[in-house]
């Protein structure tokens, strides 16, 4: 009777103080969760955390050395009593090519969003896609990312790395007066596009 009692005031005090609709929205989501599982996203409408952590470093070296030579000569004598013929030639020909090239690309980009569920397809496979637009200071950034994701390689706080996503697409726009600085000047752009 007293277990009942207190079950009742304390569903009427979180009632009152979060309001009738929440517990029913919280209780409603939960229904379909197992209560000794971890929270993590299962179905379409889901959310879940994607951190993204990008490290690519590529280094590229290239180094081509080829030379040519070819030489041709030649004679001739002949003599008949006093006068006489002499004659001699040759020819020389050399190629020589040395070509070097070295190309370097680091990238290392680490940020935290969260995405949703949008399809569940044959194999389980979770669907997700999320943006997000930040503004400061006249600056717009948008991230975009989309990719499968395995529910294995979910973790525990309903989070997972970008490089565990499959078909990764991550985009990421920066506008503004500083983008634009950036940018060629009209004249560079016009001679970029005659030449």
Request: aromatic residues 8%; contains cysteine.
């Amino acid at each position: 009777m007293k277990k009942a009692l207190i079950i009742s005031i304390t569903a009427i005090w979180i009632c009152c103080f979060y309001g009738r609709e929440a517990v029913y929205a919280q209780f409603i989501q939960n229904s379909a969760r197992s209560l000794f599982s971890d929270v993590k996203a299962f179905k379409v409408g889901d959310a879940i955390t994607v951190l993204i952590v990008e490290n690519t470093q590529a280094d590229n070296q290239a180094a081509t050395t080829d030379s040519r030579a070819t030489n041709l000569s030649g004679g001739l004598n002949y003599s008949t009593g006093t006068g006489g013929l002499n004659g001699t030639g040759g020819l020389n020909t050399g190629t020589d090519f040395k070509g070097q090239g070295e190309t370097q690309r680091k990238e290392t980009i680490q940020s935290r969003l969260s995405a949703r569920v949008v399809e569940v397809d044959d194999n389980g496979n979770l669907k997700i896609e999320g943006n997000r637009n930040t503004r400061i200071n006249g600056e717009n950034q948008k991230i975009v990312i989309k990719g499968f994701v395995r529910p294995v390689d979910v973790l525990p706080d309903n989070s997972i790395y970008s490089y565990s996503i499959l078909d990764l697409t991550l985009e990421i726009y920066g506008d503004g007066s500083v983008s634009k600085i950036q940018e060629p000047g009209l004249i560079t752009k016009f001679l970029r596009f005659l030449f």
